[in-house]
Structures are given as structure tokens and as C-alpha cells.
């Protein structure tokens, strides 16, 4: 099981570019890496998902190294609203012959936008 | 597109009672995800149907349980209610194996409290 570690907190100001990074050293071959932002009380909401290398849409970009243990959310030029909890989960998709389909989230990192 | 609902938003029950939550997913989604956030903590990941199967669970006892519904909603089950299943629990649901990204998409989810 991939077990997923990020910073517990960071700070960044207005028009910043912010970057959360994900550590998951027994990620499996099937396994996908999927970013979220949480606000208190709400269901997590999906931003981005990526295999490996640079991955980018409208909101954000994740960077994936070829080895794959690490992953990078990257948010550009944050505002105040980006101030949320951010969790990346690993977990594969579709069906593997293994059997073990567990959906492991990060600690989440939770990121404070200043003005 | 309606996205996934959870009923009810606030549940309160007593020690050693029952409790029984409630998910609609995403029109034409075949999973539904389980997760257990207890408050300050991440996601837990709880339980897996697809197609109305369990498909995996997570590191909970046997009294938290579920079904898939033939028309792919889903119920969590928690049995003998214990003070520490105080906890929001988050239903996400996504697409059929194989079409397309297995992102899932959360609802709102379920604000249990335990007296």
C-alpha cells in the first residue's frame, strides 16, 4: 500500500504560485495520483489526476517524476479562495490482478492564501 | 448534471444505536466510495461497491457495512455505535471501469455525531 505523506501546513500570499508536494515512496505500478481541495465541512473537490510526468489544466498543474515515489501540485497565482485543505490520494484505476484496490489520501496540507 | 448527493446532512444518534447513511452517485456512475473524516483528521477510506459488489474495504471493523443498490446508490451501515464514529462521512462515486478517468467525484457528505 502506498502510504502518502505531505507538509501539515503552508502560508503564500496573494498572486503567488504555490507548490504542495506529495510523497508516496510504495506507489505501484497501477496506481494514479489524484489531487483534491477540501473546505471545512464540504466533500473534497477533484483538481487534477495525473501517471506520470507534467499534467496541467485550467486550474492547476502536477508534476510527476519518472520515479514516480513524489508528486507536485502546483497552483498559479493563488487568490484568498485557494485557501482550503489540499489532499492527493493514490489509488489505481480500473481492475489489477492483485485484488487490493486500497484508496490511500494524504495528510492533506492545509494552505493559508494572505492578502 | 446533479452530482452526488447524501441524505441525511446531520445524523445524531446514541451510543450502541444504529446508524444508516445514504448516496446517490453521479448519473451514470457504476462505484461508490465510502471514507470516514473524523474531525482534524483526513480520509479514511471505508468501503468500495462496484456493480453491487464490495470490491475492497478498508482497516474498519465488521460493523460498518454497506450495499450498492441496482440502480447504483449505496448505504454505509454502522452497527453498535461507539463515541469515536463521530465523524463526517463522504460518499464519492465515478465512472464504469474501463471509460474513461476512475476520478471520483464527492458529495457533501454526512455529519454523524455519536452521544
Known amino acids: 500500500l502506498a502510504k502518502t505523506t505531505q507538509p501539515i501546513s503552508m502560508d503564500s500570499y496573494e498572486g503567488q504560485e504555490v507548490n504542495i508536494t506529495c510523497s508516496h515512496n510504495?506507489?505501484?505500478?497501477?496506481?494514479?495520483i489524484t489531487w483534491y481541495q477540501q473546505f471545512p465541512s464540504q466533500g473534497p473537490r477533484f483538481i487534477i489526476q495525473?501517471?506520470?510526468t507534467k499534467v496541467t489544466n485550467e486550474v492547476a498543474s502536477l508534476f510527476i517524476p519518472a520515479d514516480r515515489k513524489s508528486s507536485t501540485l502546483s497552483l498559479p497565482r493563488v487568490s484568498l479562495s485557494d485557501t482550503a485543505v489540499y489532499y492527493c490520494?493514490?489509488?489505481?484505476?480500473?481492475?489489477?490482478?492483485?485484488?487490493?484496490?486500497?484508496?490511500?489520501f494524504g495528510t492533506g496540507t492545509r494552505l493559508k492564501v494572505l492578502a | 448534471e446533479a452530482g452526488v448527493t447524501q441524505s441525511p446532512t446531520h445524523l445524531i444518534k446514541t451510543r450502541g444505536q444504529q446508524a444508516t447513511l445514504r448516496c446517490s452517485p453521479i448519473?451514470?456512475?457504476?462505484?461508490v466510495y465510502w471514507y470516514q473524516q473524523a474531525l482534524g483528521l483526513g480520509l479514511q477510506f471505508l468501503l468500495w461497491?462496484?456493480?453491487?459488489?464490495?470490491?475492497n474495504r478498508g482497516n474498519f471493523p465488521p460493523r460498518f457495512s454497506g450495499r450498492q443498490f441496482p440502480n447504483y446508490s449505496s448505504e454505509l451501515n454502522v452497527n453498535a455505535l461507539e463515541l469515536e464514529d463521530s465523524a463526517l462521512y463522504l460518499c464519492?462515486?465515478?465512472?464504469?471501469?474501463?471509460?474513461?478517468?476512475?476520478?471520483?467525484?464527492f458529495g457533501p457528505g454526512t455529519r454523524l455525531t455519536v452521544l
Open positions: 464519492a462515486s465515478s465512472p464504469p471501469v474501463g471509460r474513461g478517468a476512475d476520478t471520483q467525484y
Open positions: 510504495n506507489i505501484a505500478t497501477n496506481d494514479y
Open positions: 495525473g501517471y506520470k
Open positions: 490520494l493514490v489509488g489505481p484505476r480500473g481492475y489489477t490482478t492483485s485484488g487490493t484496490y486500497k484508496y490511500i
Open positions: 448519473s451514470g456512475h457504476t462505484s
Open positions: 461497491y462496484d456493480e453491487g459488489e464490495e470490491r
